[in-house]
C-alpha cells in the first residue's frame, strides 16, 4: 500500500465550480499537510499548509484534514481558467527538515 | 515563501557526458536541500537529502556515484549526473528547507535530455 493515495484524474470543470481534491493516507505518524500545485513543467508551488487537524482557509482555496480518517481535502471556489495544473497533496511525520510523501498528483482542467 | 532558483532550466546532453544542475535559495540560507525526480504524468520522486558540509543521504534504488550531490554552502546545492544516459532524461526538482521555515520550496527545475 502506498503511503499516500490521490486520484490522478483528470478532472475537467467549468468556470466557477467548487472543486474538491482529496488524498488518503496511511501512516498515522503524518501532522503536517501540504497542497502544491503545479504546472507544466514548472516545479511545485506551495499553495496551503496544515499542521494536525482541522481546516485552513485562504482566499479561495480551503484545506481540510480528517486525522481520524486519515483524510485530506482541498476545496477550491469559484475556480478559474488559471486554476488548471496538477494539484500534489504532501504530507510529513516531522515537518520542514525531513523526507514528504507526496500523491501522485491531480490534473485539474477550468473551462472557460 | 523561500525563493529558491535551478540552472539550467533545460539542458540537451549526448550519451555518456555528465551534467551539473544548480540549486539556488535565494532570500534564505537552506540548512536542508532535496533533490527530486519526476518522470512525465507522475509524481515527484525523492532522490536525496543533503544537509550543508555532510554528505548526502539517498534513497534506496539511487546510486550515488551516478547522481553526486554536493551542498557546499546554505545557499547552494548542485546534482551532477555523471554519464547520462537516455534513460536519466527527466525533470529534475530541488527544494529547501530551514530554520524558521514550515515546509519545503520547491525550485523551478531542470528539463533534461539526455540523447
Known amino acids: 500500500q502506498k503511503e499516500v493515495e490521490q486520484d490522478p484524474g483528470p478532472l475537467s470543470v467549468p468556470e466557477g465550480a467548487i472543486v474538491s481534491l482529496n488524498c488518503t493516507y496511511s501512516?498515522?505518524?503524518?501532522?503536517?499537510f501540504m497542497w502544491y500545485r503545479q504546472y507544466s513543467r514548472k516545479g511545485p508551488e506551495l499553495l496551503m499548509y496544515?499542521?494536525?487537524?482541522g481546516n485552513k482557509e485562504d482566499g479561495r482555496f480551503t484545506a481540510q484534514v480528517d486525522k481520524s480518517s486519515k483524510y485530506i481535502s482541498l476545496f477550491i471556489r469559484d475556480s478559474q481558467p488559471s486554476d488548471s495544473a496538477t494539484y500534489l497533496c504532501?504530507?510529513?511525520?516531522?515537518?520542514?527538515?525531513?523526507?514528504?510523501?507526496f500523491g501522485t498528483g491531480t490534473s485539474l482542467t477550468v473551462i472557460p | 515563501g523561500a525563493v529558491v532558483s535551478q540552472h539550467p532550466s533545460w539542458v540537451i546532453c549526448k550519451s555518456g557526458t555528465s551534467v551539473k544542475i544548480e540549486c539556488r535559495s535565494l532570500?534564505?540560507?537552506?540548512?536542508?536541500m532535496f533533490w527530486y525526480r519526476q518522470f512525465p504524468k507522475q509524481s515527484l520522486m525523492l532522490m536525496a537529502t543533503?544537509?550543508?558540509?555532510?554528505?548526502?543521504?539517498?534513497e534506496q534504488g539511487v546510486e550515488k556515484d551516478k547522481f553526486l550531490i554536493n551542498h557546499a554552502s546554505l545557499t547552494l546545492s548542485t546534482l551532477t549526473v555523471t554519464s547520462a544516459h537516455p534513460e536519466d532524461s527527466s525533470f529534475y526538482i530541488c527544494?529547501?528547507?530551514?530554520?524558521?521555515?514550515?515546509?519545503?520550496?520547491f525550485g523551478p527545475g531542470t528539463r533534461l535530455t539526455v540523447l
Open positions: 496544515t499542521y494536525s487537524s
Open positions: 543533503s544537509n550543508e558540509g555532510s554528505k548526502a543521504t539517498y
Open positions: 532570500d534564505f540560507q537552506a540548512t536542508t
Open positions: 504532501a504530507m510529513s511525520a516531522l515537518g520542514t527538515g525531513n523526507q514528504f510523501y
Open positions: 501512516n498515522s505518524a503524518f501532522q503536517y
Open positions: 527544494s529547501v528547507a530551514g530554520s524558521g521555515t514550515d515546509t519545503q520550496y
